[in-house]
């Protein structure tokens, strides 16, 4: 079976959603010099060593990264949960394992990649939702690997 799919980057991306373009303003936090385990109050702000930009932090290639918010719970098993926000990075090369932002005939999609011996299928983290498996005549297009889960906690 010859799977028709394209891995490309392109820069007219397919329909919605629009992506949030990350702001170019330093964003300043302190850092503090120690690992903190969890569940052990520290007084951090007593011990702050530097001070570090999230966006040279969170982001490899700002060009290139995007922020999606996530609508569902098909990849809840590995803690994207919906109203986090992904950060998604176009230029990174996506592998067999990577999660994914895709577009599967025309619909984005966020799941985990597999590709092996010519199968290519898009797994969500749920058991609710069989493996989307992409076949011959559908068009996919991995529009980028996604890198970091915003998960707001309050």
């Not at 503090?32 to 932090?57: M, Q, Y």
Request: glycine letters at 8%; a positive charge.
């Amino acid at each position: 079976m010859n799977i028709q799919y394209i891995w490309r980057m392109t820069s007219n991306p397919i329909s919605c959603p629009q992506p949030v373009w990350v702001p170019d303003a330093k964003v300043w936090l302190a850092m503090c010099a120690w690992t903190v385990r969890a569940g052990f109050p520290s007084p951090a702000a007593d011990h702050t060593r530097k001070r570090i930009d999230l966006n040279e932090h969170l982001i490899r290639n700002k060009e290139a990264t995007f922020i999606f918010r996530v609508k569902g719970d098909s990849m809840n098993g590995i803690g994207i949960y919906e109203g986090d926000e992904l950060l998604v990075d176009r230029s990174i090369e996506a592998k067999h394992g990577n999660i994914v932002l895709a577009v599967l005939n025309g619909d984005y999609t966020v799941k985990r990649l597999y590709r092996r011996g010519g199968v290519v299928k898009l797994i969500a983290e749920n058991p609710l939702y069989p493996p989307i498996v992409v076949k011959e005549g559908e068009e996919l297009v991995i529009w980028g690997v996604v890198t970091r889960n915003l998960h707001k906690l309050y």
